[in-house]
């Protein structure tokens, strides 16, 4: 049976006229002409049967059906460019692994082991893009996800299996010189101290408190004292654990996020105490598909790693 698919000069041009909303910016692009892309982009709309921008006096607009089509083309024409450039190049001849990951534990954990991987299975290659939250594997283009949650949380990742691999153990953290020549300070003493707040985790600190026995019952933002509040935020952990090598607070880090530092002393635990919770990485993957061998290489080395 023939495949439905449209022209690929097609899609390309209306894929940059899309993101562009100008056909003239579109034809500089694609080295074309305005015209040229003009006519392509009709005869797409004529394929379709349907409308994709809409004409006016400044340029064109995307219709609703036109901004739905090209954000549904567009990760599918990055893939096809991505797999035609593997093959020019001749990487992955063992295949390709497709990751989402959370873009610290990618840069800090992960990417320091890849040396190791690639070592024992050369031939596969990993692509690595970020994602924060969960999504449907169906509308993209990822074999598996790398992923922090709860084992609640993550059991209600629709349409998935996650396999647990690391518990996240988070500890306060800071530069040497923030505990003024001591080794670790009491909890009261770090409450004093500047605390850095992770914006995805607004209760860490307040947890952590408590857990700690400081402040009586903080279980939440809302009930806890504006000190415990008060310091700068960040959304990464990365950013985080570099404004606490610099001495501008506390950080609540994950202890695998920051080994580097507290290796080479830039950074020191301030209190034994950890946050409670029960957080793992995961790996999570679809349900219903065949583990193709590359992935499943990659998750057999993955296990290892993360049990050494």
Known sequence: ????????????????????????RAAQELALTQSAVSRQIGALE????????????????????????????????QALERDTLDA??????????????????????????????????????????????????AETEFDAALYASTPDAIGQWAGTHALPLLPEVVLPVCAPALLGGRTTVTAAELATLPLLQQSTRPHAWPQWLEAAGV???????????????????????????????????????????????LASGALVVAHPQTLPGERFYYLVQPEGTQVRPALQRFIDWLQQASAG
């Open 215 to 261: 402040g009586g019952e903080v279980d939440d933002a809302d009930s806890a004292p504006a000190s415990v509040l008060a310091g700068p935020r960040y959304e990464q952990f990365s950013m985080a654990a570099a404004a606490a090598v610099h001495g501008l607070g506390v950080g609540l880090i994950p202890r695998l996020l920051v080994e580097a530092e």
């Open 46 to 77: 004529d394929y379709l049967g349907l409308p994709l921008f809409r004409r006016t006096r400044h340029g064109v607009v995307l219709t609703t059906a036109g901004s739905q089509y090209a954000r549904q083309i567009a990760p599918r024409l």
């Open 88 to 137: 020019m190049s001749g990487q992955g001849a063992g295949g390709a692994v497709n990751l989402a990951t959370v873009p610290t534990f990618a840069a800090r954990w992960l990417i320091p082991r890849l040396p190791d991987f690639a070592k024992h299975h050369p031939d596969v290659v990993i692509h690595m893009d970020t994602r924060t939250r969960p999504f449907m594997f």
């Open 1 to 24: 049976m023939r495949r439905k698919i449209p022209s690929l000069q097609a899609l390309a041009c209306f894929d940059a006229a899309a993101r562009h909303e100008s056909y003239t």
